[in-house]
């Protein structure tokens, strides 16, 4: 059982940066995958970034790349997603999600608004 727990978003301008945080528990996730996901209002869920077990693979969406960096500090069990010149298009609910023995693991989403 891992218990994810998404942190760090809120309310930022256009052009700022926000640096998001996704706690595990129950299991370390060193061995691997996590994924960022995102839900705007009205619109499906969407791949952000990807980030392999070791950090050296990495995978982002198009609309993400250049602005978004996702990383993992597997000594303390978290990944992160640092988020840079912001777009209004971003605000959204974003989440993590890793998979373990077949299950999907998702947390609860962390807000992010960007006021233009």
């Known amino acids: 059982q891992v218990q994810l727990v998404e942190s760090g978003g809120g309310l930022v301008q256009v052009g700022g940066s926000l640096r998001l945080s996704c706690a595990a528990s129950?299991?370390?996730?060193?061995?691997?995958?996590i994924h960022w996901f995102r839900r705007a209002p009205g619109k499906e869920r969407e791949l952000i970034a990807i980030?392999?077990?070791?950090?050296?693979?990495?995978h982002y969406a198009d609309f993400v790349k250049g602005r978004f960096t996702i990383s993992r500090d597997d000594a303390k069990n978290t990944a992160y997603l640092q988020m840079n010149s912001l777009k209004p298009e971003d605000t959204a609910v974003y989440f993590c999600?890793?998979?373990?023995?077949?299950?999907?693991?998702w947390g609860q989403g962390t807000q992010v608004s960007v006021s233009s």
């Open positions: 999600k890793t998979d373990l023995g077949g299950e999907e693991y």
């Open positions: 129950g299991h370390s996730l060193s061995n691997y995958m």
């Open positions: 980030i392999g077990p070791t950090g050296r693979f990495k």
